[in-house]
């Protein structure tokens, strides 16, 4: 409901929903993931103190209202025009939410000591439950066929909860996209129909993804579709976004597939090979925004990436703020980082002199 990765905790009041959530969150944070934590409230609640400024910000109509001091921040909505929770969270690689048993999101729920929470759940007034989480007192709750956790059993409890969110990771898609459809005005040709190895790089650039995705697109302009998905044999998305550069092409094929990752290819790498794609894929982190090279200088490389599903949302905001660079994206956002084995297999050759390098490197003897 808010996040790809996020899983509820629970229950009535006073069966543990608050103690559980802390130490997860805890041990979750220690295990190098960055959490993000919601909690839902039956009553009203407030943050402030009668007669502080920020109370009477709000009693005087202010809608928001923002405080700060050196370390911390808080803003405070109210009325129709609530917060963004999901915008809120989308940062953090998992959320834990506290509350909304009814509502439709994976939870673990808690079973009080007077199980008053049980005829809820019997009459499916309760979704999405994967586990009962108890005092100690599990007896009959076997007919329930789902698993059963003593709520101070925290180390079982992770495991549990974070294999859960890796077989989620797990089934999320992975697609290619071959960036063929640039004006390669630099170059003065086609880069995609360059000859370095054989087949040519649009050829080439789509069977090195096929490899390892469960589908392969050509992305480039809509004159270009027949010629190019012709060409290599691969479905064409024809850009959606104009005039945006490769974050057009990505944003055309998020758009066709939203749930999938994109591992995104551009044509003008010509030393890239199996061992490359191969060490990026192993690397993949779907709880990031991204997994991409770290370039000679340091910084991403965003032409050979794989963008993960919620990426897209931070990427159409981007561009709604003027900035439609990837690497900036790259470069501001959470994402995964892999040092590439051999550098050289990142050169990319946009223009003459560039080719040139690139084919003399190779008839050296470049080692891959």
């Given at each position: 409901m808010f996040h790809p990765f996020e899983i509820a905790l629970c229950g009535l009041s006073g069966s543990g929903k608050t103690t559980l959530v802390e130490k997860l969150i805890r041990r979750f944070s220690e295990n190098g993931f960055e959490v993000a934590a919601f909690k839902h409230g039956c009553h009203r609640f407030e943050i402030d103190r009668e007669g502080k400024d920020s109370d009477r910000f709000a009693k005087a109509g202010a809608v928001p209202v923002l405080i700060a001091d050196r370390e911390k921040e808080a803003l405070i909505s109210q009325g129709s025009d609530r917060l963004d929770i999901a915008g809120s969270v989308?940062?953090?690689?998992?959320?834990?939410?506290?509350?909304?048993?009814?509502?439709?999101?994976?939870?673990?729920?808690?079973?009080?000591r007077d199980r008053a929470v049980l005829p809820m759940l019997e009459s499916d007034a309760i979704p999405q439950v994967l586990a009962l989480v108890h005092d100690g007192n599990s007896d009959e709750l076997e007919r329930f066929d789902l698993p059963l956790f003593h709520r101070d059993d925290v180390p079982a409890i992770s495991i549990f909860v974070e294999e859960w969110f890796r077989k989620r990771a797990e089934a999320m898609p992975l697609h290619?996209?071959?960036?063929?459809?640039?004006?390669?005005?630099?170059?003065?040709?086609?880069?995609?129909?360059?000859?370095?190895?054989?087949?040519?790089?649009?050829?080439?650039?789509?069977?090195?993804?096929?490899?390892?995705?469960?589908?392969?697109?050509?992305?480039?302009?809509?004159?270009?579709?027949?010629?190019?998905?012709?060409?290599?044999?691969?479905?064409?998305?024809?850009?959606?976004?104009?005039?945006?550069?490769?974050?057009?092409?990505?944003?055309?094929?998020?758009?066709?597939?939203?749930?999938?990752?994109?591992?995104?290819?551009a044509c003008d790498f010509p030393l890239l090979d199996e061992a490359v794609i191969a060490a990026l894929t192993e690397a993949r982190n779907p709880f990031r925004f991204a997994t991409a090279f770290a370039a000679g200088d340091g910084v991403p490389e965003p032409l050979l990436t794989i963008y993960e599903p919620k990426s897209r949302r931070r990427l159409l905001e981007a561009h709604a703020s003027g900035n439609d660079s990837l690497r900036s994206f790259l470069c501001s956002n959470r994402v995964a980082l892999v040092e590439p084995h051999n550098p050289l297999a990142l050169f990319n050759a946009n223009d003459p002199e560039a080719l040139g390098k690139a084919l003399r490197m190779m008839g050296n003897g470049y080692k891959r």
């Open positions: 989308l940062s953090a690689d998992l959320l834990f939410i506290e509350g909304l048993k009814e509502l439709p999101a994976p939870k673990l729920l808690m079973v009080d290619g996209l071959v960036l063929a459809g640039g004006q390669s005005s630099r170059m003065g040709r086609d880069k995609a129909t360059l000859n370095y190895h054989g087949p040519n790089q649009l050829e080439r650039t789509a069977a090195l993804l096929g490899d390892v995705c469960n589908q392969v697109f050509i992305s480039c302009r809509a004159e270009q579709v027949e010629n190019y998905a012709t060409s290599a044999n691969f479905a064409a998305i024809a850009d959606s976004y104009l005039d945006m550069g490769p974050l057009g092409g990505l944003l055309s094929a998020q758009r066709q597939r939203s749930h999938a990752g994109w591992l995104v290819a």
